[in-house]
């Protein structure tokens, strides 16, 4: 069986960053997009796996480029979705940067906040940006 996934992208210097939309926290990163696709591939497939997997239907709302009060320089690729009671915010290069709320207003304001424990706490940040959406097909 085949089943199609949207893949949220960014480049950083180093390093690609996928995140799965509608699967929360499957992401990848790889030197080279082509690397990073078959991670991800793989990655979807050991997520679906698990017993985290979330059965019911998440839609895809879209992907906000944030800064922070706190941190102005620097671009926040976000990705928003939403399941059936809430919106969830994941930052793709900030691994574990996830927050929810019951309103976008809300999950905007949420997100601002962890970005910047999440950026706070990491030691090895790499700035990437926004490259882009791309869906992939999975043999599960």
Do not use: H, W
């Amino acid at each position: 069986m085949k089943k199609k996934f949207f893949v949220v992208i960014e480049k950083g210097k180093n390093n690609y960053i996928g995140s799965v939309v509608g699967l929360y926290g499957c992401r990848s990163t790889a030197k080279t997009a082509n690397k990073l696709m078959n991670g991800i591939k793989n990655t979807i497939k050991n997520y679906l796996r698990t017993d985290e997997f979330y059965p019911y239907k998440i839609d895809f709302v879209g992907v906000r480029i944030l800064k922070t009060a706190r941190y102005k320089s620097l671009s926040f690729t976000t990705v928003i979705e939403k399941d059936r009671k809430y919106y969830t915010a994941n930052v793709p290069s900030l691994a574990g940067c996830f927050t929810q709320a019951n309103t976008i207003q809300k999950l905007m304001k949420n997100v601002q906040e962890v970005i910047s424990i999440c950026f706070g706490l990491k030691k090895d940040f790499e700035k990437t940006g926004f490259a882009g959406i791309e869906m992939i097909e999975v043999d599960l």
